[in-house]
């Protein structure tokens, strides 16, 4: 089952991950659960959806391996990934790979296309990786500056995203977090790369409301493309983002990210014409953004994105961690 990449070439050829065939596909195909993603608090499996002749490496979480959270309503973990690509995608970014709620062998749940490295055969389906992360908090000293960018890696790898360092200062190229401790008395400095795919993820999680983003939910590929992962903690109506993405706290808003918030408020407030009657009407890509969202969350996290459009682009600038909860996952990957 190796292969380059989780969408193997020649079976879905030119078509990216988030894009709308990629999405129709994880919808209609035939679900195959493959193995388990042991590593995850809740169940994650892996499988390949197959129609019309095409095939895909996915993955599915269905509702009944949710655990409970004492701070979300049971059972809705998955339609929150969902919810979250249809942000994504409506800014234009693309930066979650597709994600569609559908039945599966252990009932409905979230099923989303594979992005980077598919288990082996040998694995026997046990024990599946959980995907191709970012390099997150390896440790390097003050002058060992990796140079960053697509393919800038060793031999065409994606360039390290975030690193742990020694010292005070992040660096020529780097964003500095906060101090960790990494036992044995010592602190480093946890750093993210600046750079401008990270930084859209950024604005993008701040819109969600991301209360988990960790460096292993982030897919780069060699092509220069970053995917972001496990948008199950997202759209609470209380501020609850807490991030590895804190470099750009309080700074000015790139034209760019701007732009893609202006997007995203003229789609929350486009005329829904009324709730979708019909399950199918969810999926629909030309139905109004308000509508699926409405579908999939609670008026008030439907109500609070807007809210929180607005605020970012009425600031102008990347938010501060509020103080009410930690700002930072431990640990980071």
Known sequence: MSAPERIPPGRMSGTAPAAEATRE?????????????????????????????????????????????WDFPDGNLAQREVAAYEVSRATGWDLIPATVLRDGPYG???????????????????????GEPAEAASERGPDDEPERGPGSGPEGEPAPLLALVDGEEPGEGWKAVG?????????????????????????????????????????PRPDGALYAIDHGVTFHVDDKLRTLLWGWAGEELTGEAVEALRRLSTALRADTGGRPETAE????????????????????????????????????????????WPAVPWPPV
Request: include cysteine.
């Open 281 to 324: 009407a969810v999926d629909a890509a030309e139905a109004p953004l308000a509508a699926r969202l409405a579908e999939l969350l609670t008026e008030a996290e439907v109500q609070a994105v807007g809210k929180r459009v607005e605020a970012l682009l009425s600031s102008g600038r990347h938010p501060l961690p509020s103080g009410e």
């Open 108 to 130: 409905p749940g979230m099923c989303q296309v594979w992005v980077g490295e598919p288990p082996d055969a040998d694995d026997d389906g046990e024990n599946v990786p959980s």
């Open 25 to 69: 596909l994880l919808r209609q195909g035939t679900l195959t659960v493959r193995g388990q993603i042991t590593a995850a608090s809740n169940t994650v499996l892996f499988g390949t959806v197959e129609h019309a002749g095409s095939s895909l490496p996915c993955v599915y979480k269905p509702v009944a391996g949710e655990r409970p959270l």
């Open 179 to 219: 101090f960790a401790d990494v036992g044995g008395g010592r602190t480093a400095l946890l750093v993210h790369a600046d750079d401008p795919r990270l930084r859209r993820l950024a604005v993008l999680d701040a819109v969600l409301n991301n209360g988990d983003r960790k460096g292993g939910h982030l897919l």
